[in-house]
């Protein structure tokens, strides 16, 4: 690098340098089966508790067998919805997703991120408002700033304080369009929105209402179709997204609603329209995971026995899990050099787990973050609880 490039880029090193110094510096592993629920990392073998795969969809049979299509329609699909890229497989993902939702219409994005990227700007603008639970997802946030409506956060799954920030702009004679933003499951606490009472409050303001099932598409609710199936809560919602990366185990998200929303945000949802279609291999195998799941819905009950198995063993054993209801389970920590050094002490045991730190989740409430997988086997939990068991002990949390 030249010395007046170096100089230029001084401000990567001291940024950098500050992450080291707070124990929030981060590194990439690689992890040659990082789907599994037995992982190599290392050269070592590690019960994998930190896999979106849920259900194990992403490395089943049927589901790899359908990424086949890239033989007959390719490996990309060239182009943009709006242009060449909508193939018959795009359009028959989408009206498997309406149906499996139990909504008018579906609709593909790239991944869920692009789609709370897009989905809010395209609600509200400025002069609107929009309220948001305080430990929603970063691409929330990120929708709400690229929106630039007013902002404003309330408490976690408090609806009262929900109440409060409406009544306020009702008060205040705010005059624009309202959105309330949530995430169903809360992905770093494994809790569960009041989505009932949210879409309540939602129907008397006038409010518009944007859930994100990303956790729970696939694992909560009748046959996994998410925590607004499982209320009936399908017309109150305005957007529901949900990812396909997680739980139905290969890439992208869909959003469902009625056919007018879906008709607008054709229209004038950015990170829909300027972005290439999700390529061909990937639509057909999450055509194929939605069999499997239909197929086989004692995964999804398999996933939350896992859970529930996992959750109460670490409960019995003494430790924080806060508010976790799901496969989800948050193991807290607060500090976050204490939050690493029980993550290797886990690793050293034989378990993958991640320190979740700040800025993803909040000051002081470092946590190990654990989820379980449905092709998790009661040997594997138990060899997990077991493991936390010793080093809980050993690191004094327990
Ligand atoms: C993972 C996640 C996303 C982003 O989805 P990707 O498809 O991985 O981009 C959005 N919202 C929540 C709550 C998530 O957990």
Same mark, same amino acid.
Request: aromatic share 6%.
């Given at each position: 690098?030249?010395?007046?490039?170096?100089?230029?880029?001084?401000?990567?090193?001291?940024?950098?340098?500050?992450?080291?110094?707070?124990?929030?510096?981060?590194?990439?592993?690689?992890?040659?089966?990082?789907?599994?629920?037995?992982?190599?990392?290392?050269?070592?073998?590690?019960?994998?508790?930190?896999?979106?795969?849920?259900?194990?969809?992403?490395?089943?049979?049927?589901?790899?067998?359908?990424?086949?299509?890239?033989?007959?329609? &390719?490996?990309?699909?060239?182009?943009?919805?709006?242009?060449?890229?909508?193939?018959?497989?795009?359009?028959?993902?989408?009206?498997?997703?309406?149906?499996?939702?139990?909504?008018?219409?579906?609709?593909?994005?790239?991944?869920?991120?692009?789609?709370?990227?897009?989905?809010?700007?395209?609600?509200?603008?400025?002069?609107?408002?929009?309220?948001?639970?305080?430990?929603?997802?970063?691409?929330?946030?990120?929708?709400?700033?690229?929106?630039?409506?007013?902002?404003?956060?309330?408490?976690?799954?408090?609806?009262?304080?929900?109440?409060?920030?409406?009544?306020?702009?009702?008060?205040?004679?705010?005059?624009?369009?309202?959105?309330?933003?949530?995430?169903?499951?809360?992905?770093?606490?494994?809790?569960?929105?009041?989505?009932?009472?949210?879409?309540?409050?939602?129907?008397?303001? &006038?409010?518009?209402?944007?859930?994100?099932?990303?956790?729970?598409?696939?694992?909560?609710?009748?046959?996994?179709?998410?925590?607004?199936?499982?209320?009936?809560?399908?017309?109150?919602?305005?957007?529901?997204?949900?990812?396909?990366?997680?739980?139905? &185990?290969?890439?992208?998200?869909?959003?469902?609603?009625?056919?007018?929303?879906?008709?607008?945000?054709?229209?004038?949802?950015?990170?829909?329209?300027?972005?290439?279609?999700?390529?061909?291999?990937?639509?057909?195998?999450?055509?194929?995971?939605?069999?499997?799941?239909?197929?086989?819905?004692?995964?999804?009950?398999?996933?939350?026995?896992?859970?529930?198995?996992?959750?109460?063993?670490?409960?019995?054993?003494?430790?924080?899990?806060?508010?976790?209801?799901?496969?989800?389970?948050?193991?807290?920590?607060?500090?976050?050099?204490?939050?690493?050094?029980?993550?290797?002490?886990?690793?050293?045991?034989?378990?993958?787990?991640?320190?979740?730190?700040?800025?993803?989740?909040?000051?002081?409430?470092?946590?190990?973050?654990?989820?379980?997988?449905?092709?998790?086997?009661?040997?594997?939990?138990?060899?997990?609880?077991?493991?936390?068991?010793?080093?809980?002990?050993?690191?004094?949390?327990?």
């Amino acid at each position: 690098m030249s010395t007046l490039q170096a100089e230029r880029l001084q401000f990567m090193r001291r940024r950098l340098e500050a992450l080291r110094s707070r124990r929030l510096y981060r590194q990439l592993s690689v992890i040659p089966d990082g789907a599994q629920p037995w992982i190599t990392v290392d050269g070592r073998r590690l019960l994998n508790l930190s896999s979106n795969n849920y259900l194990g969809l992403a490395t089943h049979p049927a589901v790899k067998a359908a990424a086949a299509a890239a033989e007959t329609l &390719g490996c990309g699909a060239g182009s943009s919805r709006l242009i060449a890229g909508t193939f018959p497989l795009h359009q028959a993902l989408e009206a498997r997703l309406a149906s499996f939702k139990q909504a008018e219409g579906a609709l593909l994005f790239n991944s869920g991120y692009t789609a709370n990227l897009g989905i809010i700007p395209a609600l509200v603008g400025p002069g609107d408002l929009v309220l948001s639970d305080e430990l929603n997802h970063a691409s929330l946030i990120d929708g709400c700033r690229l929106s630039r409506a007013e902002y404003r956060v309330y408490l976690h799954c408090d609806v009262a304080s929900l109440e409060q920030e409406l009544s306020s702009a009702v008060r205040e004679n705010h005059r624009g369009r309202r959105l309330v933003v949530t995430d169903s499951v809360f992905s770093m606490d494994g809790d569960v929105a009041p989505l009932r009472a949210i879409a309540d409050l939602c129907g008397a303001y &006038g409010a518009m209402l944007l859930v994100d099932e990303a956790h729970s598409t696939g694992c909560l609710g009748p046959g996994g179709r998410g925590l607004v199936a499982e209320l009936g809560l399908e017309r109150e919602v305005t957007v529901s997204m949900s990812t396909l990366s997680k739980a139905l &185990g290969s890439f992208g998200a869909f959003v469902t609603g009625s056919s007018l929303v879906m008709e607008y945000l054709v229209n004038v949802c950015r990170s829909f329209i300027f972005s290439t279609a999700l390529p061909p291999p990937v639509v057909a195998a999450s055509l194929a995971a939605l069999d499997v799941l239909e197929r086989e819905p004692e995964l999804v009950e398999r996933l939350q026995d896992n859970g529930a198995f996992f959750r109460q063993g670490l409960q019995a054993l003494g430790f924080n899990t806060l508010r976790s209801e799901t496969h989800i389970v948050p193991v807290l920590v607060g500090d976050s050099a204490r939050a690493l050094q029980m993550a290797e002490a886990l690793r050293q045991e034989g378990i993958f787990v991640v320190a979740i730190r700040p800025p993803t989740v909040p000051l002081g409430s470092a946590r190990i973050r654990a989820s379980v997988m449905a092709t998790h086997t009661r040997a594997d939990l138990e060899f997990a609880r077991e493991a936390f068991e010793r080093v809980g002990k050993r690191e004094g949390l327990i």
